[in-house]
């Protein structure tokens, strides 16, 4: 499959992938980029190589997107395993604690209600965070000690799942941007009175993409390439969404032509009282007949462009 022959047409839109163990966010993006021979991506959300699950990416105009879904809740399954804390505060590490105490499933029932709401969580030393200019997991590894300030995170729900053994417990956590769940379980193991590190993750929804939508890397190609064979673009329906697919949360508001180009133009509409449940700062998807035109946001009188797609 010749890359000139996948790069006749513009690709805008995302693929929601389902990102294998052992696969880096940025390169998995840079490997489905290849495939679709898009000028343009980027991905929403970081997930760690150890953990699997969905990974929207983003290509083209879809990029205008990724700060909504940059910020958007994200659910979570993962198993924790009791008596063993690690560097990474996952498999990947080397052991730096130890405890023979298990919690039994009233006491992990019990301490969860602890972690709901708005909490102060302090991040893992192996993250990508910056310390006076370097990236924290760089410091960690060349054996510095690496000093991170407690931030606040928002945990929506938390629940145990299942108690497959006395070691392991599987738990779904739903959260919002800037929740590391290595950190989750390690607070939550200290509290049981213990230890603990992740020993499997899965990121199973963000913002308005759910499993259901994820395809594999191995599907991703293949599709691709009987499009490719076939001589379609852009590639086919199951691989692309749309670019409004992000912004489906987001109530509609139809557009004229006219007003389609001049929120092209950046000029703002007027929004007529009764057209629907909104108020000052609110989100709005403007779709005219052919499709996304743009992501604006109601200020007084005046609908504002924030985003402008170019879509058409």
Partial sequence: MSQSRRRKGPVNGWVILDKPLGLGSTPALGKVRWVLGAAKGGHGGTLDPLATGILPLAFGEATKALPHIVDATKTYRFTLRFGIETTTLDGEGTAVAQSPARPDDTAITAALAGFVGDIAQVPPAFSALKVAGARA????????????????VTIEALRLVERPDADHAVFEVICGKGTYVRALGRDLALTL?????????????????????????????????????????????????????????????????????????????????????????????LMAPQGLVALGRYDGPLIRPVRVFNLF
């Fill in 193 to 285: 009175g213990t230890v603990g590190h992740l020993a499997a993750l899965r990121r199973t929804r963000v913002g308005p993409f759910t499993e259901e939508q994820a395809v594999a890397l191995d599907r991703v190609t293949k599709m691709v390439e009987l499009a490719d064979v076939l001589r379609h673009s852009p590639p086919p329906d199951g691989v692309l969404l749309p670019v409004e697919t992000a912004l489906d949360d987001i109530p509609a508001r139809a557009v004229t032509e006219a007003e389609a180009l001049a929120l092209k133009q950046g000029r703002a509409l007027h929004a007529l009282p009764g057209t629907g449940d909104w108020h000052d700062g609110s989100a709005v998807r």
């Fill in 137 to 152: 997991y760089d410091l960690a590894r060349a054996g510095q000690a690496v000093d991170l300030a407690a931030r606040t």
